[in-house]
């Protein structure tokens, strides 16, 4: 019987012997048919490890095929090579059987790798672990149903004491506002209620240096397996990183199963604790960490003073066994259980903005494109993700002598693919040469490859990441939000105004709603027909035109996150304004745009911001605070102040009241003249400003107003430190045209329209005619 | 070259140093009783100014620590390269010119003036302090201001046993990590660990500091991006240059 | 008439690069030379410009052997500029640094670079086959230091945790206990140091000078602010500044110093002549064992001297650890607010007196820097001694020329790498040796 590692299935010819060729030239024993009949022939007759079909018109029962070999021959591999619309070609594939794989026909080294992958696993499970004695096992048998007790913190200390007289017990402990995990004697000395830890739990199960072998050179060698028996128990360890040893159990007790690695998980005893406080950069919920059901000993969750805990495994159940103060839980101990679960789920700041399991299929459509090597421009290669990260477990091994020249122990220590040498070979090629290759490398690995091969997400959303990285690139939620927004643009982008051509003929809206704001301002949400979008930035500008009344521009006083439709306040002031004050919903109206240069959101991001409106100048504002509001991680601290003549002329008073409820925005306002209902606080805007604390290098601030509150409230952003490139205003000029053209809105040499509106003081200094 | 090949020739070891502060050749030996036991059975130290009298002809392996500063020097410095088959450099004064880097920010006849007066014209040094890679061919280096005594072990180890001595080719920040430290950015200081070879442990960070580029820069070091943490940080343009001057502003690598 | 010229080029076993020349004219010995010719560094050049938080990372270069000696009275001049006070703690652990330093100088020096002249090897690495004994002990003393000095300041070598204004990082008392426990154990094994500097027979020699050196009232002093003079008195160490002159010699790349006389000595057997009643009770015990009695005018005792030193060390160490491991230990730093202003860091290095004298500018940048280093302090002394020592010897070899010189000079222990770091000038160039106007 021979061997073949590929069968190719394909009616062509052509087809079938040019990725004969192909493969067999990539050094595979590669058998080609013409037709399923050949196929089963062939595949009843040969040991076959992968098929292969093309899924094209003229191969049309590439999935039929496929499936009949799979069905008669469970153990081969099944590839579908498909071009597109691969979606469809996807799911047929999958409702008709189980197809294995799925894949693009470009490029076409993914297919090689593919093959190099399975044939190296089928390798490792025919051969079996090799010299390990140590057969993969459940570590400790598991609990069904988990059971609750309470605890009161006294009996839990009781615990933690004759836990920590017979094991080396490792905690949490606080130092300068950060956390670690120590050698932890006293329980006074611990902490329960943490945001995250600087480094993860794992490296007590995969430490960051290990001898793995001691070694005697010379004329007759010998190697001695060194493997630490010692006993330790984790008190403390975050869903999360539960979720994260769940990987490394996969991975170190799989396949290949690695003994130290097994010592060590099998003596360590693991104690959760739920995460309350999530850290700012966290976003487990949408990785599903956040809440484990298993991988624990025992589970932590504190309740009313008390502390709830969850059995987990026999081992757990036993740890419980005999103590005082435990007993079950009442009613409303349960009840406040879920609820401050779910109040802590809702903590969290990030978010994935795309499913998972959606991941894998992105980020393969996405392999060659230019954010990759964007994103990853001021990438140190430091390692410093890689470091902190509890799914990461990439090692090096080396020999070190001693001077003794005849002992040597081999050490593994931690590596990692962002580390500029990890795929340098003995020959001097470096296979991941640039920054762009490791840094995709590394967000493929976490959403793709990882879910590929172990079938758990290689992402647990803890956030060390993000926070260890200096030029604030790591963050794979980041990086995959985006990568899904790139995509989202990519369907969308038919269906935006942004990026077709200027010109003067107006789109034409329909008014969706009218509302009223002061008694002269309203607010118009407007939307495009076909669900197109108009693409604007926050600080952006449309021309708006009533047909025969004539046309004026008006800022967009909503956020491009808010898709859907755009809103627009207007005070009723001129023609055009005075004319859509009398319209009602489902008028139509013509829209151009957007125009203008927008915030410049490049400095405002990762900066402390000092927002400042001034009467109706919250109009375009409203649209950076409503963007910021809605990717609050991407900046600092945000403090907003507001200012109007009376409690009556403020506007938007429904967002206000919202941006003061929120925790992460700082909202200050003030009137000019009160009135008995108004508690708040009373005088010019600029009287605000003394009061706040900023902090001066990383604190941008953007005004919008009335010219005359300009000179005051920069005189006073300058007393607080803040420089010339450190503060924007937006410019309100004259404009007909908006393509730069007219003249009407020319300041000096430029054009407020497309050069502004928005300027930072350093632009204006060279203005003459924009002093405010 | 085997080890326990009987009574071979032990090979020849020789020390030498030029303008620094000969603490490394003092932390080559800050090594535990029993491995200067072994380093003694292991090699013949035939040449070590500073604890030994006598000298030798030719040596195997050439310890050399501290920088150029004189024609007199550089030409010491190409004899003993003529009589040795191996040369190391020893140090960041050898290897990119140490602190005295900072000396070639002023004109060497306004640095003499500055410090010998009127005496000056007696002294005569090159325009520029020099790593030893500027005069002569140099095999391996040991980093450091000062030297890792443990990475110095190794390296004679690995020559002894016919290895290449290999250094890490990740930054600092790796070594960092590991320890356990929290970053000296979120401390609200600034640091060059992240475009900085590694193999000190991140001594200077777990001792409570920054790091400043001792051992030199890595391979491939993204010098924007580190100007663009150091600028997010609030440093000014001259802070930024006086970041990369200690240990960064002579020699090959000199930024 | 014949004339012989004798050239030790690069005296071996002392730190960095110094040549003797003799010049003998029908066997009379014409005249004599100590000359440095070690690479000027020019360090005040390097250490104008730094940021107080990089001066004393980057003045700790000057040595490498009395490294903490530099950083300390770097941290000490930058303090007084700022007028800065640290904590006792702060005091008291920078004091167990310090002697840290002294106990590892003094052992390097007394076996590795002394003592091989008196037991008849080249080096101490030939002990390996002759007395593995006294090797060992010597390696194992030394280490010791450098790990008291690593749980303080993470490393001997230019330390990394002592700061302007405290520590970077506090020690770790469990670390610290086990320092302390093998402190007390190496007691044994100085005092079998002691044994064996008693059992070699120093050159009889003498000759009077004057002794310059820290001093305290209450202890054995290292870090103090008063300069004692034999011929003097005590003077503020500001005072005393103004009183020494610097000068260069043609035939030398360091400088010179001189106080009343043309010439004084600073190191061990200065601080001995000022300050033995306050050493420790061990240490005094050491000096009566290794004949040593104040004033002592034979600079070969200053290995003696070093050895008695070790001991104060040692016990000193164990002293202020036993009180510092009392009570849990506070914060680490004092708050650091830079100012203008100029201020002058003193320390007794182990090889004697060393000032750090800064000014800085109101950013906290070093607008000028003047170090004078032990060793500048000692040539003029080392010439003298030289003069004086080859007429008192009766009908010398060449050899024996060579060898008594070099052993004259080693006892001093001279730091040449440090002497070459000399700073600003003062007075111009001169070779005049005559007492100040």
Redesign the interface.
């Known amino acids: 019987m021979r061997a073949y590692d590929i069968l190719i299935i394909d009616g062509e010819p052509i087809v079938r012997e040019s990725i004969r060729e192909w493969l067999a030239r990539a050094g595979y024993n590669v058998e080609a048919v013409g037709s399923v009949d050949d196929a089963l022939e062939a595949a009843s007759e040969h040991e076959i490890h992968v098929a292969v079909a093309d899924h094209r018109p003229d191969n049309a029962g590439a999935i039929d095929m496929l499936c009949r070999v799979k069905s008669e021959h469970p153990k081969i591999t099944t590839v579908l090579i498909a071009s597109q619309p691969s979606h469809t070609v996807e799911e047929a594939a999958a409702q008709a059987c189980e197809v294995d794989h799925v894949l693009r026909p470009f490029p076409p080294d993914r297919l090689e790798r593919l093959i190099r992958e399975t044939m190296r696993s089928i390798h490792a499970e025919r051969e079996g672990p090799v010299g390990v004695g140590l057969a993969p096992e459940p570590l400790a048998e598991v609990v069904e149903p988990r059971e609750t007790f309470v605890l009161s913190s006294v009996a839990l200390k009781a615990l933690f004491d004759s836990l920590a007289a017979s094991n080396r017990v490792f905690a949490v402990v606080e130092r300068e506002g950060k956390y670690s995990y120590q050698a932890v004697a006293d329980f006074a000395e611990l902490s329960l209620d943490f945001d995250t830890t600087l480094l993860p739990p794992t490296r007590f199960l995969f430490p960051p240096r290990e001898t793995l072998l001691d070694l005697r050179l010379g004329a007759s060698p010998a190697a001695e397996p060194v493997v630490s028996e010692e006993a330790s128990v984790l008190f403390g360890v975050h869903p999360y990183d539960l979720r994260a040893i769940e990987l490394l159990d996969e991975v170190f007790m799989g396949q290949q199963p690695d003994p130290n690695y097994i010592a060590r998980r099998r003596n360590t005893i693991l104690i959760g604790i739920e995460c309350l406080r999530p850290s700012a950069t966290a976003f487990a919920p949408s990785m599903d960490a956040d809440v484990v059901e298993s991988g624990f000993d025992l589970m932590l969750a504190p309740v009313n003073g008390d502390f709830a805990v969850i059995v987990g495994t026999e081992r757990g159940s036993k740890i419980l066994q005999g103590r005082d103060g435990i007993r079950a839980p009442t009613d409303a101990e349960i009840a406040a259980l879920s609820a401050q679960r779910e109040a802590a789920s809702k903590r969290y700041r990030v978010q994935l903005s795309v499913s998972r399991a959606r991941l894998p299929r992105l980020l393969e459509d996405y392999y060659d494109d230019p954010y990759w090597g964007d994103r990853s421009r001021t990438c140190l290669s430091c390692g410093s993700c890689v470091m902190v990260c509890p799914t990461c477990f990439c090692f090096d091994v080396a020999d070190q002598v001693d001077l003794d020249l005849s002992t040597a122990r081999r050490v593994r220590r931690w590596d990692g693919c962002m580390l500029s040498d990890f795929a340098l070979v003995a020959s001097g090629e470096n296979f991941r040469a640039t920054r762009e290759d490791r840094f995709r490398h590394r967000m493929f690995r976490k959403g793709k490859y990882l879910v590929e091969r172990y079938g758990i997400v290689g992402c647990v959303g803890c956030g060390r990441c993000t926070t260890a990285c200096l030029p604030r690139i790591a963050s794979p939620a980041e990086a995959w939000n985006e990568i899904a927004e790139i995509d989202r643009a990519e369907r969308r982008r038919t269906r935006t105004l942004r990026g077709k051509a200027d010109s003067y003929v107006p789109h034409m809206a329909t008014l969706k709603r009218v509302a009223p704001l002061t008694e002269r301002e309203k607010v118009f949400e407007l939307r495009l027909p076909r669900d197109q979008e108009v693409g604007h930035q926050p600080g952006q500008f449309v021309m708006v035109s009533v047909p025969g009344i004539g046309e004026a521009p008006i800022s967009i006083a909503s956020s491009p996150t808010r898709r859907g439709s755009i809103e627009l306040a207007i005070r009723d002031t001129g023609n055009v304004t005075h004319a859509m004050h009398g319209l009602a919903p489902g008028a139509v109206l013509g829209v151009r745009g957007p125009f203008g240069n927008g915030f410049p959101l490049e400095a405002l991001e990762w900066r402390d911001l000092i927002l400042i409106a001034g009467g109706i100048g919250l109009f375009p504002l409203r649209s950076l605070i409503q963007y910021v509001a809605d990717r609050r991680d991407r900046f600092g601290d945000v403090t907003i102040l507001y200012g109007a003549r009376s409690p009556e002329e403020r506007v938007f008073t429904v967002d206000l009241a919202e941006w003061s409820r929120r925790e992460d925005l700082t909202l200050r306002q003030t009137v000019d003249q009160g009135s008995e209902a108004w508690g708040g606080h009373v005088g010019v805007i600029t009287t605000l400003i003394p009061s706040i604390v900023i902090q001066p290098a990383k604190t941008m601030a953007v005004v919008v107003g009335p010219p005359v509150m300009y000179r005051f409230v920069i005189g006073e952003l300058k007393k607080k430190g803040l420089a010339d490139d450190q503060i924007a205003v937006s410019l309100e000029r004259h404009m007909k045209c908006g393509t730069g053209k007219c003249g009407h809105c020319q300041i000096n040499g430029i054009y407020a329209c497309q050069d502004g509106p928005v300027f930072t003081l350093e632009e204006l200094n060279v203005l003459q005619e924009a002093v405010a | 070259m085997t080890p326990r090949a009987g009574r071979v020739r032990k090979p020849g070891v020789a020390f030498f140093d030029f303008t620094c502060c000969e603490g490394c050749q003092l932390d080559a030996l800050n090594l535990t009783e029993d491995q200067i036991m072994d380093l003694l059975r292991a090699v013949e130290i035939v040449e070590f100014r500073e604890v030994k009298t006598g000298g030798c002809e030719s040596y195997d392996i050439s310890f050399v620590e501290g920088s150029i500063a004189r024609e007199e020097d550089a030409d010491r410095l190409r004899d003993i390269r003529e009589r040795s088959k191996t040369v190391i450099a020893l140090g960041a004064c050898a290897h990119i010119g140490g602190v005295n880097c900072l000396r070639n920010l002023v004109p060497a006849d306004a640095a003499l003036q500055e410090v010998y007066g009127d005496a000056a014209g007696d002294y005569d040094i090159l325009d520029t302090v020099l790593p030893i890679d500027a005069v002569i061919d140099v095999d391996y280096v040991i980093p450091g201001c000062p030297i890792n005594p443990e990475e110095f072990a190794r390296t004679v180890a690995d020559l002894l046993l016919g290895k290449e001595p290999r250094l890490p080719r990740h930054p600092v920040c790796v070594e960092c990590k590991m320890a356990g430290n929290l970053c000296v950015f979120e401390k609200g200081q600034t640091c060059v660990g992240p475009i900085t070879r590694a193999g000190c442990k991140a001594i200077c960070v777990t001792a409570g500091r920054h790091c400043w580029g001792c051992r030199g820069l890595v391979d491939d070091p993204n010098i924007d991006a580190q100007r663009e943490i150091l600028d997010d940080a609030g440093l000014t343009v001259e802070q930024i240059l006086e970041e990369f001057r200690i240990y960064f502003s002579c020699g090959k690598e000199a930024l | 008439m014949s004339s012989t010229n004798i050239h030790v080029h ?1 005296v ?5 690069h110094a040549d003797i020349d003799v010049i003998l004219s029908d066997g009379r010995i014409e005249k004599v030379l100590w000359s440095v010719t ?5 360090f ?3 250490l104008r ?3 107080y938080g ?1 001066v004393a ?2 003045a700790s ?5 009395c ?1 903490i000696a530099h950083s300390l009275a770097s941290i000490r001049a930058t303090e007084k500029a700022f007028g800065i006070e640290v904590s006792r703690q702060s005091e008291k652990l920078r004091s167990l640094l310090f002697h840290a330093e002294v106990l590892e100088s003094h052992i ?1 020096h007394a076996y ?2 002394a003592a ?1 002249d008196f037991l008849g090897v ?4 030939s002990l ?1 086959s002759s007395d ?1 004994d006294a090797l ?1 002990r010597a ?2 003393l ?2 010791l230091a ?1 790990v008291l000095a690593e749980e303080l ?6 330390p ?2 002592c ?1 302007v204004g405290g ?3 506090l020690p770790d008392p469990r670390r610290l206990e086990a320092v302390l426990t093998a402190l007390r154990d190496s007691l044994a094994d100085l005092e079998r140091t002691v044994d064996l500097f008693a059992s070699l027979e120093m050159p009889d020699f003498a000759r009077e000078t004057e002794y310059i050196a820290l001093t305290d009232p209450h202890e054995y002093a290292f870090l103090s602010n008063t300069v004692a003079s034999s011929d003097t008195g005590s003077s503020p160490i500001e005072a005393f500044v103004e009183e020494i002159e610097e000068f ?1 010699v ?1 035939h030398s ?1 360091a400088k010179y110093a001189r106080h009343r006389r043309p010439s004084y000595m600073v190191g061990a057997l200065s601080r001995f002549n000022l300050s033995h009643d306050r050493l420790r009770t061990r240490a005094k015990d050491a000096a009566e064992r290794l004949g040593l009695v104040a004033p002592c005018h034979n600079p070969h005792a200053n290995t003696s001297a070093q050895v008695v030193e070790c001991m104060h060390a040692a016990e000193e160490s164990i002293s202020i650890l036993e009180e510092l491991l009392g009570a849990p230990l506070s914060s ?1 730093r004092v708050e650091v607010v830079p100012r203008a202003g100029r201020g002058i860091g003193v320390v007794e290095a182990p090889r004697g007196l060393l000032i750090h004298d800064y000014t800085y500018e109101a950013s906290g940048a070093i607008a000028s820097a003047n170090c004078i280093i032990p060793t500048n302090q000692n040539h003029g002394n080392i010439q003298a001694d030289m003069e004086a020592l080859l007429p008192s010897l009766v009908d010398p070899s060449e050899d024996e020329i060579r060898h008594r010189l070099e052993v004259l000079v080693r006892a001093y222990d001279p730091c040449v ?1 440090c002497s070459t770091h ?4 003062r007075v ?2 001169t070779e005049a040796r005559g007492a100040r106007p």
């Open positions: 690069h071996t076993r002392i730190e960095g070690e690479s000027p560094r020019l005040e050049v390097m410009g730094r940021d990089d990372h980057v270069r000057i040595c490498g052997i490294s390097l590795f670079l091989p080249d080096s101490a690495v390996a593995e060992r390696m194992r030394k280490r450098y300041a993470g490393r001997k070598t230019h990394i945790s700061v520590f970077a990082k260069c043609p790349t680490p790498s000399a700073l600003r000038v111009g160039r």
